[in-house]
């Protein structure tokens, strides 16, 4: 049967969009990126136990005193594990995708519940939405609103769609008709008889499905954190991409806590928002631990809790008066650094956060995986990265990307990539021993980010020179998992083969074997290299200089990022300045200044 060209053909319809419709993307990523910066703002604004004191009031009311305990301890807790920003981050974006995909889902729901015609329309596209891999909707929505914020929306919203204009049909369709047709014969118009019947009746299976709405949109904020939302997402994709253990749990605890509040807190305003739910709460207010305020008292717990803080000082943030170390030549101007959750990425990224923060930039920098990386530079939306392996490793990316980036040039190299085996796997010393010891592996080797360059050289290159495509598999996975899965063996003192590259702390810390390449399958090694949006050197005279002038020794960089393992999840920078410290004169020597430079041999 010959092949259907789905793939192309979607290629082709993205493309003719993107080339005709980029002004509507632009302006719905305004839109959407407002929206999230007001409700950040005002989330992010009061001091976190202010905050929590404020949700939790809000929880008082409408489940009772118990639920409003218990909130305030979650909410402190998630401040208690230095993620109070993030949170606040999340719930914002689940807050506006929430929003928008109400605004889309309920009319959509109130149009199929009275049309069938349009139910019939709106139903396979409602179960491609929720079969549809989550992941796979981050492609489209990054390629149409770029990085940050706006996709994330984007992705979480359409992935939330679906219960909503689901459970609005339903609970319309639900309602009683002998009561629909009582309204009619008394005149009523089709537009009361929504509002005023069905819109009522059906409202606590709408709010099922705000609820449902909601709570999908949480599941996503972690697969959008791969497209630089950041947030509790961000931080469990940065734990995942450094095998965190600690610190992922940590976020997946700030997770939960947002999800039970939020999950809470809609089903409570669902049955405030019912008759009967209301009578039921009145009869529940004769018990201390069920008893609710009435509103006005829960507005008048949040302006005491306000003005007690506005009297004590806590209320908003401090913007502090620091001033810079070094000498003033950013003066402010920021610059966005995208970096891969690789060790010398991560140590090279902080070290020019440092750098750049010394000499007055404003420095911003987040995590992506290679893809989105990539983009972000070719779209501008970031200024550069530190960790491009080139003319192999990254060569599918600078073959698709590279008339839209500027080189500043390799500083260190060579590197190698290498399948790798613990020392006490005997006889298998080169990739051309494996082919004997396929059985001793269980035919596998673990891989990967099937996205990462050396996974595309090994299948297509290394396994076929050395005759191993029928007896291997490749797993395909993260960084992460090959990392855990050699800890895991190797801790059984079981027989694996992983993908490795030097330079990598792995090898510090496990006694492992480099397979030999007698062939030289893998080619030359790499170098790293310094990759900017076009245009940013020109934009930064002084910076592109530095960046071009920059190179470590291998001691420095492995050194650095020793530092920083030891240091641990959010020491990094810390970590940075304590090895300059050890370390005098490289930061001038990396980014120099003339008349500091002056100065200085004035001095000596």
């Known amino acids: 049967m010959p092949r259907i060209h789905l793939g192309d053909w979607v290629d082709s319809g993205v493309k003719w969009l993107l080339d005709h419709l980029s002004w509507l993307f632009d302006a719905v990523k305004a839109v959407m990126e407002s929206m999230y910066d007001g409700t950040d703002a005002v989330l992010g604004a009061p001091q976190p136990l202010l905050m929590a004191g404020i949700l939790a009031v809000l929880a008082w009311w409408l489940r009772g005193l118990t639920a409003g305990v218990l909130a305030f301890a979650g909410f402190a807790l998630v401040d208690s594990l ?13 807050l506006v995708a929430t929003v928008l995909a109400l605004v889309i889902s309920v009319p959509l729901g109130i149009w199929a519940a009275r049309s069938r015609t349009v139910s019939a329309t709106v139903r396979p596209v409602l179960d491609l939405l929720q079969t549809m891999p989550s992941m796979v909707l981050l492609i489209p929505a990054m390629l149409f609103f770029g990085l940050g914020t706006a996709p994330g929306v984007v992705a979480t919203l359409i992935f939330a769609l679906a219960p909503g204009v689901r459970m609005t049909e339903l609970g319309i369709r639900q309602v009683d008709a002998e ?40 599941s996503m904020v972690v697969i959008a954190g791969m497209v630089g939302t950041g947030g509790l997402g961000g931080a469990v994709n940065e734990a995942i991409g450094q095998v965190d253990i600690g610190h992922g749990f940590e976020a997946g605890v700030g997770i939960v806590v947002l999800a039970i509040y ?29 008893y609710r305020p009435r509103p006005a008292v829960a507005v008048v717990g949040v302006v005491v809790l306000a003005l007690v803080a506005g009297g004590m000082g806590v209320f908003g943030r401090s913007a502090g008066t620091s001033e810079a170390a070094g000498p003033d030549i950013g003066k402010g101007k920021e610059i966005r650094i995208g970096y891969i959750p690789w060790d010398e990425g991560i140590a090279s990224t902080f070290l020019w956060k440092e750098i750049l ?45 590279g008339t839209q980036l500027d080189d500043l040039g390799k500083w260190y190299g060579p590197t190698s990539l290498e399948l790798t085996v613990p ?18 592996f269980g035919g596998k080797i673990v891989g990967i980010e099937p996205s990462a360059g050396m996974m595309g050289l090994l299948k297509s290159k290394v396994l076929k020179e050395y005759g191993l495509q029928g007896s291997y598999d490749v797993i395909d996975g993260s960084t992460s998992a090959m990392l855990s899965e050699l800890r895991r063996a190797y801790t059984k003192k079981q027989p694996v083969v992983v993908t490795l590259w030097s330079p990598h702390w792995a090898y510090s810390d496990y006694d492992l074997k480099k397979l030999k390449d007698p062939r030289g399958a893998w080619g030359e090694g790499d170098g790293v290299h310094t990759l900017a949006r076009k245009g940013f050197a020109a934009d930064n005279p002084q910076v592109g200089r530095w960046l071009k002038d920059f190179s470590m020794t291998e001691k420095q960089l492995t050194g650095l990022e020793s530092q920083i393992q030891k240091a641990g999840k959010g020491e990094e920078q810390d970590a940075v300045r304590g090895w300059l410290r050890r370390h005098p004169g490289l930061l001038d020597h990396w980014a120099p200044v003339a008349g500091k430079d002056a100065r200085s041999q004035a001095a000596g």
């Open 262 to 290: 939020l999950d809470r807190i809609t089903g409570a305003l669902g049955t405030q928002l019912s008759p009967l739910g209301r009578r039921a709460a009145a009869k529940a207010r004769t018990r201390v631990w069920s």
């Open 357 to 401: 923060e010394e000499r007055g930039f404003k420095v911003t920098t987040t995590q992506y995986t290679a893809g989105p990386l990539y983009t972000g530079l070719a779209t501008g939306q970031l200024d550069f990265q530190t960790d491009s392996w080139l003319p192999t490793t990254h060569a599918e990316y600078w073959k698709k990307y």
């Open 423 to 440: 020392s006490y796997v005997r006889d298998v010393n080169s990739l051309a021993d494996l082919k004997d010891h396929a059985s001793e």
């Open 179 to 218: 009561l629909v047709e009582a309204a009619e014969a008394f005149g009523t118009t089709p537009r009361r008889i929504l509002w005023r019947v069905q819109l009522p009746l059906a409202l606590p299976t709408v709010m099922a499905g705000v609820n449902q709405v909601i709570m999908l949109g949480l």
């Open 82 to 94: 230095a993620l109070w920003d993030e949170a606040m981050s999340t719930l914002s974006l689940v």
